[in-house]
C-alpha cells in the first residue's frame, strides 16, 4: 500500500474506533452513569444484586430467625462464620433444645459468594448493600450479628 493509503486507511481505523466513544460523549446527558459518590451518600442506592455484608435482620420484638443449625458455618469456604451456640430446655416440650449464642461474622474474610445465605435453612440472614466498611483496626470487622436479648421467632424449626 501507498504511503497515502496507508495514511487514509490509519485515519479510518481511528474514527471507527472514535464512533462508539463518540456517541457516548454526545449522549451522556441523556444516560448518566456515573455517580458522584460521595457527594451522594443521602441518596445513593446501589443496584439490586449488589452484596456488600452478612446481616441476620431482626423484627421489632428484637427477635431473629437463626436457630444455630451452623448450616451456614459449614457452607462457608473460607471460615467467615463461626456459630456458637448451646442447648436449653423447651418449657413447651420438656426437651433440650439448641439456640444459638453468638453468630460471629469475619467482615474481613468475606469474599460475598452468597453460599451462607442460600445454604440457610431459615432465611435468618440477607445481604446488605452497606460497601462503608474501612475501619482503622481490623478487629472491628468482625460482628457478632444476633443482637444483645435477642432470641428466636416463635415457630421457626431447624
Ligand atoms: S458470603 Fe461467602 S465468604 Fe462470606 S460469610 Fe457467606 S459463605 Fe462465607
Ligand atoms: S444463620 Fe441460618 S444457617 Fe446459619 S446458624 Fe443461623 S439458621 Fe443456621
Redesign the pocket.
Known sequence: MSYFGDIANGVKTLLTGMKVTGKYFFNARKEIITQQYPDNRDTLEMFERFRGEVV?PHDENNEH?????????IACPNGSIE?VWDRKVDEETGKKKKY?VN?IYHLSMCTMCNL?IV????D??KMAKNFENSVFDRTALTKVLNKPGSKLMDGVEE
Open positions: 441476620m430467625r437463626c436457630t444455630g443449625c451452623q448450616a451456614c458455618e456459630i444459638i453468630h451462607c445454604a440457610c435453612p431459615t435468618a440472614i
